[in-house]
């Protein structure tokens, strides 16, 4: 069994600093009021039972906790009395240097916590490091200066979230919309330096990864561009190739055939290279924030303005996906399965049936799909039915990053507008907390709802007033050179944070948790779903009356959950203990998902999400776990046109995992050992994770390792829908 310091290091357990701990406390107090030395062992046997039923790491304070409370089981009141004071004492003297230790095990990489926060992020490398460092200075400020006490213990104990605090300090925002197309076609401005419009494909895309990385760098969350935008500069080019090979035939009879035929050629081959440098820029570019951009790519033929453009972006989007089925070379020269730029299909009429159009582009998705695990599919038909503006019109376009949606806009020409917008933040309200702090009343139930959707409100609109005065200066590329607005230096932000133009959004998590605790079943559960269902609708009522009062666009989000999912459920455990089906796992579930172990068909399970998509219009996305489905790729053509039937957004989860000690390339397996999980080989039985490539998609979003114990067990938990 593994415990957590205070400054994040993990240590064994050692049950002899328990006795020595009471033994302390006992010799302070008269000899009628001590606790014998077998109550003091005894004591010390239940902590480290009670400890190892959690099976997960466990930190000093809940240590302390269950001492604390074995005291007073023992009537040695006395004894717990100099216990509680001797822990007040050391706390007070830690408050004197808050952050120094949490920083130097940062640097020594002893901080196990942290080295498990983001499974995209390696914490070995400085400027991850640096981007820790600076992240702990500004949790500290939030904590003790920018924000409310209540917000903050809300916080700690669990009962909310308050995301990116790390990031808080500054003026930053989570996530947008690229406008892309704006950037390549009027020109922008990169580190001070003027890039106009450009005269090709291939540096058309050689710009965007630069803008990709700039944008990263000036933000916290997720980004998203459309291959699109991309689109025009592929005839620019046709041009350009056929005139070369025009002077370079000019003194040879040649048929007008063979010239198209070498110029198209030529125009794929430049093709092939731009998407080349967009996928290997992207995966080895490192951002301020210490890891690769968190990049999504959009591939819509829908967006075309015309036959010509819509052919040549099935071109961009074909070479895309050709180029992630073969992925990219780690260090040993072996493929593996990169974890960004995220892609994302639209399916539509003209490529979702066989027979269609582009069904070429479906069938090579489908095989990325199977090897690769994108991209994800966005239903067009359900999303027009879903999105719909105050025109009355539908509309499909992209989520910022891995689900957070826009809603829909109309700007003040009438017109509607998605790209150059962005997310201000998110709070995440505990819901299995709120149950369980009911006790299974329905009366309270709803109150004790209400007084935390209070507490989210009042945090987001902190979030909301520390964007508000932020000037264009602060991140020019994103508010004064085209990637969300085009303001003048010196400009505030702050008519951006109004009106619909950015959203900010209501996170949720533990719908399923929360409905078995009061209902005693699952939402899926005939019985159970209208309760779950007026959960979600609470939620969106409240949003509707916020934006009603600030005109700001609150919107319901069903947040990921990476790092979170374990932390509250620690925080459950500490408030509650081990409640079978509710609190006894180490993670919970991630917005309104069944659960990873309840067994249920993919189609089953899609058609139950898609009702609650539609109830979390600021972000939703769904999954299937399914096997290695390679050599099957019909099977995973029929899920995807049943999900542009019946869900909005949705995913299929496959394993890509490669062993660098002996080559092994099948699945790499959890294990566990002395209360923590591990991931191993089951070939070799290696264990190093620097000497193996896994990946798995946890938030919507693939990540490759370093996954804190909480999701690992989750990761672990799943089962399979196909």
Not at 344 to 358: A, P, T
Not at 472 to 478: H, K, M, V
Not at 656 to 674: L, P
């Amino acid at each position: 069994m593994k415990i957590i310091k205070r400054n994040g290091a993990e240590v064994a357990f050692d049950i002899d600093k328990i006795i020595n701990a009471v033994r302390k406390a006992n010799n302070e107090v008269s000899d009628m009021n001590r606790l014998s030395e077998e109550q003091i062992e005894r004591i010390a046997e239940n902590v480290a039972a009670l400890a190892g039923d959690l099976n997960r790491a466990v930190n000093v304070e809940e240590i302390q906790d269950y001492v604390e409370n074995q005291i007073m089981d023992q009537k040695a009141f006395a004894v717990a009395r100099k216990y509680v004071t001797y822990r007040y004492a050391r706390a007070l003297a830690r408050k004197k240097n808050t952050i120094d230790d949490q920083i130097l095990t940062l640097i020594e990489c002893n901080n196990e916590e942290v080295k498990q926060e983001n499974s995209n992020k390696n914490p070995t490398v400085n400027s991850v490091q640096r981007d820790y460092m600076a992240g702990e200075v500004s949790k500290d400020l939030t904590r003790r200066v920018l924000l409310p006490r209540e917000i903050v213990e809300a916080h700690d104990q669990g009962l909310i979230h308050f995301h990116d605090m790390d990031y808080f300090a500054q003026h930053m925002h989570n996530c947008d919309l690229v406008n892309l197309e704006d950037m390549l076609q009027n020109g922008t401005v990169i580190s001070g330096t003027m890039i106009e419009k450009p005269h090709s494909f291939s540096t058309a895309c050689n710009i965007a990864t630069q803008i990709i990385a700039q944008v990263a760098s000036n933000q916290y969350g997720g980004q998203s561009i459309s291959l699109t935008h991309l689109a025009p500069f592929v005839d620019i080019s046709r041009q350009k190739i056929r005139a070369e090979v025009l002077e370079e035939l000019k003194d040879v009879a040649v048929m007008q055939d063979t010239i198209d035929a070498i110029t198209e050629k030529r125009l794929k081959e430049e093709i092939r290279k731009g998407i080349q440098t967009i996928q290997y820029q992207v995966v080895t570019l490192l951002t301020t924030n210490g890891q690769a951009p968190f990049v999504t790519v959009f591939m819509y033929l829908g967006e075309a303005r015309n036959e010509r453009e819509r052919d040549d972006l099935a071109m961009i989007i074909e070479e895309t996906l050709r180029q992630r089925i073969e992925g990219v070379k780690n260090e040993s020269g072996v493929y593996v399965t990169p974890a960004f730029p995220k892609l994302i299909y639209v399916l539509e009429e003209d490529n979702v049936r066989e027979g269609s159009k582009y069904w070429y582009l479906t069938e090579l998705a489908a095989k990325c799909t199977a090897k690769r695990m994108v991209p994800d599919y966005i239903s067009e038909k359900k999303m027009l039915e879903f999105k719909v503006d105050k025109n009355g019109e539908g509309h499909c376009y992209t989520c910022m990053g891995c689900r957070s949606f826009l809603t829909p806009y109309v700007d003040e020409n009438g017109k509607p507008k998605y790209y150059g917008r962005f997310n201000q933040g998110v709070v995440t309200i505990n819901l299995v907390d709120v149950a369980l702090s009911s006790q299974g009343d329905m009366e309270e139930f709803w109150k004790i709802f209400d007084e935390r959707l209070d507490l989210c409100y009042r945090a987001l609109l902190y979030r909301h007033n520390r964007l508000k005065g932020t000037l264009s200066d602060a991140a020019p590329i994103l508010w004064q050179y085209g990637a969300l607005a085009r303001l003048k230096k010196g400009e505030p932000i702050d008519k951006l944070l109004y009106g619909g133009y950015s959203t900010i959004s209501l996170g949720y998590a533990g719908l399923y948790e929360c409905v078995k605790y009061m209902t005693g079943k699952s939402h899926t559960d005939a019985e159970a779903k209208p309760f779950a269902l007026s959960v979600m609708q609470h939620m969106n009522d409240k949003c509707k009356e916020w934006k009603a009062k600030h005109n700001i666009d609150f919107s319901l989000y069903g947040t990921p959950l990476e790092s979170t999912t374990y932390r509250f459920a620690k925080c459950l455990q500490q408030r509650f203990g081990i409640i079978p089906g509710v609190t006894d796992k180490n993670y919970i579930t991630n917005s309104y998902h069944v659960h990873v172990t309840e067994k249920i068909d993919a189609f089953t399970k899609l058609k139950f999400e898609s009702e609650f998509q539609q109830l979390s219009p600021g972000g939703a996305i769904s999954y299937v776990e399914v096997p290695n489905m390679q050599d099957n790729i019909p099977a995973v053509l029929a899920v995807m046109q049943y999900i542009y039937e019946n869900i909005m957004y949705a995913e299929l989860n496959t394993k890509s995992d490669y062993c660098q000690v002996c080559g092994y390339d099948g699945e790499i397996k959890i294990v566990e050992e002395d209360g923590k999980l591990l991931w191993e080989c089951p070939h070799c039985h290696n264990r190093d994770q620097s000497k193996m490539n896994v990946a798995r998609r946890t938030c919507g979003y693939i990540g490759t390792q370093y996954w804190n114990q909480g999701r690992t067990q989750e990761i672990r938990d799943r089962v399979l829908h196909l």
